[in-house]
């Protein structure tokens, strides 16, 4: 090992090694020439005689060399440095290849962190592959995700043999006061095994457990680090400070780590306070019906050994045998099942498709980066021909002239690639910042060692990819004929044209992939913009309203309607009188299009259809005042509006959108009347007729089809959360205080927030899709330049080596015509090729990104025409500007040259 270091110092400490080695070695012929000289020989004669029986100096030093150090590092140091010299006296290529290089390794990196974080790396739990979502289903009425009974949850935990431990997740909103100020936050409800079915434990102060089950909801709550230092200044004496949640009080016993996220969907933020309770008193129905599905759903952990799908298997069996136990709350028509999926697939699996097309893209990129750089190799070393005949005419072999080219392109992409990391890791929060802010695990996302170590390897990988093949042409040269024709800079072999033209068609084809891949997206988000709301989304302002919801029901003051209604009159008064309202509405739960993701449908009868009680249907709802429909532009079809006389003192009546009346009432809908089991906590089942028909509404995204939906007149029930819609407010900060002012004066208890026109939220909800596009645009647009640079300099190239025939064919009278024919052809067949290869690719991707089109075929005709057409003009621009060039130069001094 000692020996080893020893050769180690050696290679890095050349100078001093070579100096010591030559003193030695040059001692020799002084002791032989001393020898001679006491034997009587002149100096000179003496001095000759012992350079003659010593030998070569040279040959001498090599196995002394051989033996200090390692050759084959020492080679390599050789060749770096050889290779810094060389890239240095060239640095216009330098530059440009560094730039390219640091683009495409860069998109690669920053993609691949995303998708690191988000779809690779394993959940922050102990075993997450055990991690389940449960849901339950009715597929008799395509309707997913219900929600869950109370019994249903005992069920699954205690009789279904499949769970370790199972807890609810009931996402809410809540008023918190006790900290600096009152604000609504993030909460999550529970069941008391959630954080033990989670492996997770507390920064400071300890978790909920099952030790603190109480029927109702247990004083015990958690917060978030972020709440723990917003509201309460990180102070470490938190642990036992008495808050208020929606008027009821709590004690703070524990804080999260920093990195502890919900493994799963909240309403708008992330979840910042837990509580947990046990479902079986109040606020809730006690005791508690099978029918009754408030719970929005449930984390399982598996007991150890069981799969996903095994375990899927084992719980359809049991959900048979639970409809057969339970026949009325399980009717055969409604085809009632129950869904696992990993937490992960839950958790991530909507943009899933989104990072995978993301990442193919930047694949592509990357490719079309070394493409276009292997085609400038080749034309450079063209260009080398005479230095590459004369070391092998000094004896360099053909290994290490490949070894010392190869060293260039690696050096060359190492560099692109650390450029790439510095820039990555110095932009960071800008980066982070243009992700969608819905995107799962984002906090996640960082760039540490393993960054570095991809950006290395990714580098190294490129640096082969594209200097590998032209260092295998560069070296395989005749020494003889190339330093014959030296002078005139060597000429490209007819192989390396084809190697050429070959790397052009492979660029304009990787090109055709990527430039469609965006055009279907920029197709499909046309149509998302076009596409009719179902509102009128223009000069429309929305402020939203938490209503505390405290556990006890005798303390909620709007626990009724006509207290919700009376606030809901002072506010629509004050409001109107803001300058520039023109006029306003109040809307109820679910009442604000495209905010909330968490929409789970209500189930419903209807008395007059026969057949409705046992296919079980489920709608959306929403509680809105009388205005609401006038106010957000939907119109009415048929039948009467809520009106003012609409109170919980005269019949209940709802209004229904047009494909609920379409797919579920056949016989008449004006007049028919709705059951509806419970509506929410505070309101038990009542009979509403049907007194209108109203346009359908996008509530769930612009890019996915209205649903079903049921409108309940506000002044009939109560609400939890209420929102304040204005039409002609300027948008403006002045107005956005002057509408949450006005809530304040009504009740200084209602916290407001997501004060946001309706253009901002229609933005918002196609966050995703304008991410997806702006990348692929840049891509396909990046991708379409690189593209036209490599037809240009091909066609430049050759249409210089043929400079001189075509002088002689316009000497011999040909037209201009002919040698533009001639020098576009080449081009020609090149792109045509690269086109009929890229839409076979392009096809084939569509095919993967179908999931993230709307409204526009995988194989739409018109897109994939439009690249084609937009690939032909640039490839014949790039074809004719070096054409043009050509039949401009007079044929004496092309013949001249």
Known sequence: MRRFFSKLKNVFSHGSAERDLTREVDAHPAMLQDEFERRGMKPADARFEARRSYGGVEQAKEPHREERSIPWLEQTLQDVRYAVRTLLKTPGFTIVALLTLAIGIGANIAIFTVVNAVLLRPLPFPEPERLVRVYDDLNGTSSKDVGLSVPELDDLRDRSGLFESVSAIFPTSTALRGGDRTERIEALGTSFDYFRLLGASAALGRVI??????????????????????????????????????????????????????????????????????????????????????????????????????????????????????????????????????????????????????????????????????????????????????????????????????????????????????????????????????????????????????????????????????????????????????????????????????????????????????????????????????????????????????????????????????????????????????????????????????????????????????????????????EYFHVLGIPLLRGRGFTEADTDKTKPVVLVSESFARQYLRKRDLGARISMPAVSVRFGPRTSEIVGVVGDVHADGLDTPAAPRIYFALYQRPANEMAIFVRGAPNSSATKQAVKAVVESVDRNLPVYGIRTMQEMMANSLERRRFALALMAMFGALALFLASIGIYGVMAYAIGQRSQEFSIRMALGAEPRDILLLAFRPGVVLTCIGIAVGLLGALGSARLMSSLLYGVAPYDPVTFGAVVAVLALVALAACGIPARRAIRIAPATALRS
Request: no cysteine; proline share 9%; net charge neutral.
């Open 209 to 626: 457990e099952p030790s603190d089950a109480v029927p109702g909801f247990t004083e015990a709550v958690v917060i978030s680090d972020g709440l723990w230092r917003r509201q309460f200044g990180a102070d470490p004496h938190v642990l036992g400070r008495r808050i208020l949640a929606d008027e009821d009080g709590y004690t703070i016993v524990g804080v999260m780590p920093p990195d502890f996220r919900h493994p799963g969907q909240s309403l708008t933020a992330d979840v910042e306070l837990w509580f947990a309770a046990g479902f079986k008193a109040n606020p809730f129905p006690a005791p508690p019906s099978r029918a009754y599905r408030f719970l929005p759903g449930a984390l399982g952990r598996l007991k150890p050994g069981l799969t996903v799908q095994q375990a899927q298997q084992r719980l359809d069996a049991f959900v048979a045998e639970m409809s057969r136990s339970y026949p009325m709350e399980y009717p055969a028509a409604s085809r009632w099942s129950v869904r696992l999926e990993s937490i992960e697939e839950s958790w991530t699996g909507s943009v899933r498709p989104m990072l995978v097309v993301l990442l193919a893209a930047v694949g592509f990129v990357l490719l079309i980066v070394a493409v276009n750089l292997a085609s400038l190799l080749v034309a450079r070393s063209s260009g080398r021909t005479r230095e590459i005949a004369i070391r092998q005419a000094l004896g360099a072999s053909r290994p290490r002239l490949v070894r010392q080219l190869l060293t260039e392109s690696v050096l060359l992409s190492l560099a692109g690639g650390m450029s790439a990391v510095a820039v990555l890791a110095l932009a960071r929060k800008s980066l982070l910042a243009l992700m969608p802010s819905d995107l799962p695990r984002l906090n996640e996302v960082h760039f540490d060692a393993r960054v570095v170590a991809l950006a290395f390897g990714l580098s190294l990988l490129t640096g082969v990819l594209f200097g590998l093949t032209p260092a295998l042409q560069a070296s395989d040269t005749d020494p003889n004929e190339d330093l014959k024709e030296g002078t005139r800079g060597g000429s490209p072999s007819a192989r390396k044209n084809r190697f050429r033209g070959f790397l052009v068609a492979v660029e304009i084809a990787s090109s055709v992939v990527l430039l469609s891949a965006a055009g279907l997206l920029l197709h499909s988000f046309w149509n998302s913009m076009q596409s009719d709301p179902g509102f009128n989304p223009n000069q429309l302002m929305v402020a939203r309203i938490w209503i505390p919801f405290p556990n006890n029901p005798e303390a909620n003051h709007y626990r009724t309607a006509p207290p919700v209604a009376a606030m809901s009159h002072e506010v629509l008064r004050l409001a109107r009188e803001l300058p520039g309202v023109q006029e306003a509405a109040m809307g109820g739960d679910n009442s604000v299009p495209l905010v909330n993701n968490t929409r789970r449908p209500a189930p419903f009868l209807l008395p007059d259809e026969p057949d409705s009680s046992q296919k079980q249907p489920a709608a959306e709802t929403a509680l809105v005042s009388p």
